[in-house]
């Protein structure tokens, strides 16, 4: 049985990165420009922080439990799914401590304002991913 639920914090880290990148991109299209900082500041970053850090943990901490209780065993696409988002999310775990400690978000710089729709669009597919799930009855 699970017990982090890790299908139920990702919706919740999404959105906020969601909300995140929709203000970043609404700056560009209304100033002409974005500025990733003004929105994103260190301590936004820790409140997605700790939902990120925490969906990391479930997500490598329960994925034999997990795949067991969505039927992930046979299902290619859907370990393809979930090994994408763990990935996703861990790795994203240094960048967003580094800017926490330092307040140095230079490397906001490496992604244009082009890159808030493309990152929305792959949240909504995780999303629609995460709801799509459902327990596999275990007394089959």
């Given at each position: 049985m699970l017990k982090f639920h890790a299908e139920k914090s990702l919706p919740l880290l999404f959105t906020m990165g969601f909300t995140l990148h929709l203000i970043n991109l609404a700056h560009y299209l209304r100033d002409g420009k974005a500025d990733p900082g003004q929105v994103m500041t260190p301590i936004v970053d820790i409140g997605l922080s700790v939902v990120m850090l925490y969906s990391a943990f479930?997500?490598?901490?329960?994925?034999?439990?997990?795949?067991?209780?969505?039927?992930?065993?046979?299902?290619?696409?859907?370990?393809i799914g979930y090994w994408f988002i763990t990935t996703y999310v861990t790795a994203s775990i240094?960048?967003?401590?580094?800017?926490?400690?330092?307040?140095?978000?230079?490397?906001?710089?490496?992604f244009g304002w082009w890159f808030s729709p493309i990152i929305m669009t792959v949240y909504v597919s995780m999303i629609g991913f995460l709801y799509s799930l459902k327990p596999v009855d275990s007394k089959n």
């Open positions: 479930a997500l490598i901490w329960e994925h034999k439990i997990f795949f067991k209780v969505y039927g992930f065993t046979n299902k290619l696409g859907h370990k240094p960048g967003h401590v580094y800017y926490i400690i330092t307040a140095d978000g230079s490397y906001f710089e490496s």
